[in-house]
Nanobody
């Protein structure tokens, strides 16, 4: 069973930055696409961003484009989510998850921010953005 551990959450003011980290506690992450998801109180979990196992392809939801950057260091077994220009609506529990990198018909590779595509999840790290 792949175990994932998130870190880096905290309390930050409007416009501030945080960098979340995700690591595999037992296994290497380099075979997996990694997705970041978040869940605000009283709301459903939503996808935020993902990165393929090679790191060559990334996906962002519209609400974070231009503010968040996902990256990975497969040597260090880490995946990062750099979050800039944070807003109160970014508040929530943030989770990383491991899933498949998909090969598209054109031969390229991609990941998704659909939670049902991911089988292994971390415990989450809380991000709170105050106004």
């Amino acid at each position: 069973q792949l175990e994932l551990v998130e870190s880096g959450g905290g309390l930050v003011q409007l416009g501030g930055s945080l960098r979340l980290s995700c690591t595999g506690s037992v296994f290497s992450l380099d075979r997996y696409a990694i997705g970041w998801f978040r869940q605000a109180p009283g709301k459903e979990r939503e996808g935020v961003s993902c990165i393929t196992n090679s790191g060559h392809s990334t996906t962002y939801v519209d609400s974070v484009k231009g503010r968040f950057t996902i990256s990975r260091d497969n040597v260090e077994n880490l995946v990062y989510l750099q979050m800039n220009s944070l807003k109160p609506e970014d508040t929530g529990e943030y989770y990383c998850a491991a899933g498949p990198t998909r090969r598209l018909h054109n031969g390229s590779f991609a990941c998704t921010v659909v939670s049902s595509d991911y089988a292994n999840w971390g415990q989450g790290t809380q991000v709170t953005v105050s106004s």
